[in-house]
């Protein structure tokens, strides 16, 4: 069965409540699609208004992260009730800038990863190397570590749900966006490794997105490899144009 393609809007830390409004009902008719999932994960202030705001339409509401504990003394932490209460499916787990900027590890992102599939939210799982990594031609092995780290102790019907989102961190917020050749052959070996950590039908399964600088003019070829099943958009996921992504075809 051919996978269902999954693209999903970053809005990281932009969007007040009512913008965020706002920018939902000029995004709603130009996302419309029947042929793929559409997510805005979106900051968890504006998660409520958003879910108001998408009631009716093909958009989801997700979150940007969500922390392991279930409730208790952890100040200015999401959990994820809070989140299952709202109606949140979807949490993006691990992103590089919550590695780079709040000290997140493969270790909190598996934590993070098994809360949420406890909780029936799906993970958007990060992975993405370094330039540095690329130049010294280590990235399959770094992104096959971060992944296998990830989904440790996830069973393979939850793995099977789960997306993983390849974003190579160079790319993201640069304007550089990876060439297809290489967005492929990063998340074909996703799937790889995926296959051996569990099995064929799992491999199969797993949805594995693109991300970085993803644009309406590189969605149509990037979208159309055969490992990549979408795309996890930052900047252009704030403008009308990610009506254009959604609809690349
Ligand atoms: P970008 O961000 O599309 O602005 O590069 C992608 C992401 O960080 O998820």
């Known amino acids: 069965m051919a996978r269902r393609k999954i693209i999903a809007g970053n809005w990281k830390m932009n969007m007040t409540p009512s913008e965020a409004v706002a920018l939902i ?130 069973s393979a019907e939850q793995a099977a749900t789960a997306v993983i989102a390849y974003e190579p961190i160079w790319a993201i917020g640069t304007g550089k966006v990876a060439t297809t050749e290489q967005a492929q052959e990063v998340c074909a070996a996703i799937r790889t490794c995926v296959g051996e950590i569990y099995d064929e039908a799992t491999a199969a399964a797993i949805r594995i997105q693109y991300g970085g600088s993803v644009s309406a003019s590189s969605a149509p070829e990037l979208f159309a490899q055969p490992d990549i099943d979408g795309g996890l958009v930052g900047g252009a996921a704030l403008k009308p144009d990610f009506g254009k992504i959604v609809n690349y075809k």
């Open 25 to 154: 009902e000029t995004l709603k008719p130009l996302v419309a699609t029947e042929e793929a999932d559409v997510v805005f994960c979106v900051p968890a202030i504006d998660i409520i208004p958003a879910m108001e705001a998408a009631k009716g339409s093909n958009i989801c509401i997700g979150a940007e992260n969500m922390y392991f504990e279930e409730k208790g003394a952890y100040t200015g932490e999401i959990s994820p009730n809070m989140l299952t209460d709202a109606g949140v499916k979807y949490v993006i787990i691990g992103h590089s800038e919550r590695r780079q900027y709040f000290a997140e590890t493969d270790e909190t992102v598996n934590k993070k990863v098994l809360k949420a599939f406890e909780h029936g939210i799906t993970p958007i799982i990060c992975c993405g190397e370094t330039l540095t990594q690329r130049e010294q031609g280590v990235t399959i092995d770094f992104i096959r570590q971060q992944v296998k780290i990830a989904l440790l102790g996830v």
